[in-house]
């Protein structure tokens, strides 16, 4: 392997160190880290915050039964969440409407030792 090729081996290894330690970081801190915010961003989920804190990205959901989601609460951004029926007030997931019976789910990121 020549030197040329060494360096950007080193180079690649290390900025993916440095981004995984960043969001391991972020993590820890209970906050939503870089991956997640990729993952968002490509599957076209928009960005969430509610009462200040930007909510996990968590995937889709489909929903068949329709009846079992309820609205919880309106964004700051002003987009109407949902909840499953017969949570508690502060639900574990939090769903936002992303075609007919497709949501994007989210939840509020929380430090690991909070949990």
């Not at 509020?108 to 909070?114: C, L, S, V």
């Amino acid at each position: 392997m020549t030197v040329n090729k060494k360096r950007w081996v080193v180079g690649i290894v290390v900025l993916l160190s440095l981004f995984v330690a960043s969001d391991l970081f972020l993590w820890s801190s209970g906050k939503v880290g870089i991956f997640n915010t990729a993952k968002r961003v490509l599957s076209g989920a928009s960005q969430v915050t509610l009462n200040g804190h930007t909510l996990s990205y968590q995937g889709k959901v489909d929903f068949i039964d329709i009846d079992a989601i309820e609205e919880y609460a309106t964004s700051d951004e002003g987009i109407p969440l949902y909840k499953a029926l017969h949570t508690p007030p502060s639900p574990p997931w939090i769903y936002v409407k992303h075609e007919h019976t497709t949501f994007f789910r989210y939840n509020i990121p929380k430090a690991p030792w909070k949990i």
